[in-house]
DNA sequence: TGAAATGTTGGGGCG
DNA sequence: ACGCCCCAACATTTC
């Protein structure tokens, strides 16, 4: 067969076949189902990446997020460059790129690992019936889920809307495939299309503000096994009576290379599975599926309370006290811990991220979807489903969510989590001087400790912005106010 | 994956 | 010895 392009001239009748492994957050080799079928059928195999315009989307990446981009893909580069292929690197609307390529290199047939996102489902079905159409064959892959959302389900046939049934028809279910072991050999095209370079992305930060998270991650593929077999040997043995408390590293640290795909939870699950005490971590896996499992049935969550009567609730959206949280300045010290740990190296703390979180919608009002968005903007692990379940659980209005009458009191959350203060003082130096009982409140502490301790209040350290006893009484006074307009309006 | 208020119980001080 | 009060300690209820 011979080909006649726009301009006339003959395109080499030769011109070879090729596959396109599209990657997406699947930024390994290692079981990776899609380039695992692009290379198997012998073809030559372009790896491709695309950055998609971020006018028009709702969620586009953050700055912590694209650090790591950016460092994930340069790791991805080398282990393809082993290979004896590399990534092809393009900008621009992904269906317009795609469809390109397709002409440009003869390609034949398309595969990606599936996203869950709403945005992304809508751009990868309307792409996917696109190519079709010029008759290029597309597959996609589950490399992100231990079981796909459509299919777990209530004995009736409805999604679960609580955790614990979805949990045990997950242990129920077949279980989740073994992993797929790293290609050793990716064929690579006799031509290599046009490729941008990593850093014409302009990933990184141009002030360079990331100081704290290079110390703290190694982002790639590599870097999450060693974080996965760390956490196995050193802490999943007293992972349920460690990761409560935030001084330690009791917790795995996964999230931002699952969330990049660096590491599949199938990997972890079948790691984990067979060693004794692994169920309370892996509980914790399952409640990532459940978060991606809501968003699929429930689109409309990262926008809207999931509880529609939710969207009369009274908050009092106030700058200042928004301000005030994110720049770590409430005067609550396990808050303000919390916050520069969040700033200093884009990660923190579960059990402390339920407690600023709590503070940000229960004590100072503020709505839900503006400390999301700031956690969208500063966390290295923000993932849409997992941040918009977190926060929506928390302000009360998500499914099977804390009732929002659960206040959580940040002093008592502060003496049983960092009972020494150990936490505290890593993240808020201002308050080393102070004693073990002090230093969970310090405006209880006496002038004579505070100055020994080089603190002047108001000065180097805030009084707390709010009192902790009305503002839980606010709170209280404000659910009950939606639920008297609610059961108005239902009466 | 709460905290605070309220209720209950039982030991010990004390008149 | 006895009843009374106090108050931890624990349990239950409420938000």
Same mark, same amino acid.
């Given at each position: ?194 490729? $941008? ?5 302009? @990933? ?6 990331? =100081? #704290?998270? +290079? /110390?703290? %991650? ?103 006290? $928004? ?5 770590? @300045? ?6 303000? =811990? #919390?916050? +520069? /740990?969040? %700033? ?148």
């Amino acid at each position: 067969m011979c080909e006649i392009d726009d301009e006339g001239f003959h395109i080499n009748s030769n011109t070879q076949e090729t596959a396109v492994i599209w990657f997406r957050n699947d930024l390994r080799l290692a079981d990776n189902p899609a380039l695992n079928a692009a290379i198997a059928t012998g073809l030559a195999v372009l790896p491709v990446f695309i950055q998609v315009p971020e006018e028009g989307s709702q969620w586009p990446l953050g700055g912590a997020t694209k650090w790591w981009l950016h460092h994930s893909l340069k790791k991805l580069n080398e282990s393809l460059v082993k290979c004896g292929s590399k990534l092809i690197v393009r900008s621009g609307n992904a269906s317009e790129i795609l469809l390109a390529l397709v002409e440009e290199a003869n390609v034949r047939r398309i595969f990606w690992n599936r996203l869950y996102e709403p945005e992304s489902i809508a751009r990868d079905s309307d792409l996917k019936s696109k190519l079709q159409v010029s008759g290029v064959q597309v597959e996609s892959f589950n490399g992100s889920l231990l079981f796909e959302p459509w299919e777990v389900r209530t004995g009736e046939g409805k999604p679960f809307q609580v955790f614990t049934p979805f949990w045990r028809a997950c242990l129920a279910a077949n279980p989740p495939s073994p992993p797929i072991s790293a290609p050793k050999n990716v064929r690579s095209p006799e031509r290599w299309p046009v490729s $941008l370079s990593i850093d014409d992305l302009m @990933l990184e930060p141009t002030i360079d503000w990331a =100081a #704290g998270i +290079r /110390e703290m %991650w190694t982002p790639g593929e590599q870097g999450a096994m060693q974080r996965l077999h760390n956490f196995t040997i050193d802490h999943m043995p007293k992972y349920a009576c460690q990761r409560d408390n935030p001084a330690n590293e009791g917790t795995s640290r996964l999230s931002p290379h699952m969330h990049f795909g660096e590491i599949s939870p199938r990997q972890i699950w079948h790691e984990l599975i067979p060693l004794p005490s692994s169920g309370p971590y892996l509980r914790q896996v399952i409640w990532r599926e459940f978060a991606h499992y809501m968003l699929y049935h429930h689109p409309r969550t990262p926008q809207e309370p999931f509880r529609a009567e939710f969207r009369n609730f009274p908050w009092r959206a106030d700058a200042a006290k $928004l301000q005030a949280w994110t720049r770590a @300045l409430t005067g609550y010290p396990l808050v303000d =811990a #919390g916050m +520069r /740990e969040l %700033w200093h190296t884009g990660w923190m703390h579960n059990r402390v991220r339920m407690v600023v979180a709590s503070f940000l919608v229960k004590h100072l009002l503020q709505p839900w979807q503006e400390g999301a968005a700031w956690f969208w903007d500063t966390l290295v692990d923000a993932d849409l489903a997992n941040n918009t379940f977190g926060w929506q659980w928390v302000a009360g209005c998500g499914a099977d969510a804390a009732p929002y009458f659960r206040i959580f009191n940040p002093m008592l959350q502060s003496k049983k989590f960092d009972p020494n203060g150990d936490y505290i003082r890593r993240w808020v130096p201002e308050l080393r001087g102070l004693s073990n009982d002090s230093i969970h409140e310090p405006w209880l502490a006496t002038v004579f400790e505070l100055a020994d301790a080089g603190i002047k209040l108001g000065v180097s350290y805030p009084y707390p912005i709010i009192d902790h006893v009305a503002a839980r009484n606010a709170a209280l006074e404000a659910f009950q106010t939606l639920r008297d307009n609610n059961s108005q309006l239902n009466g």
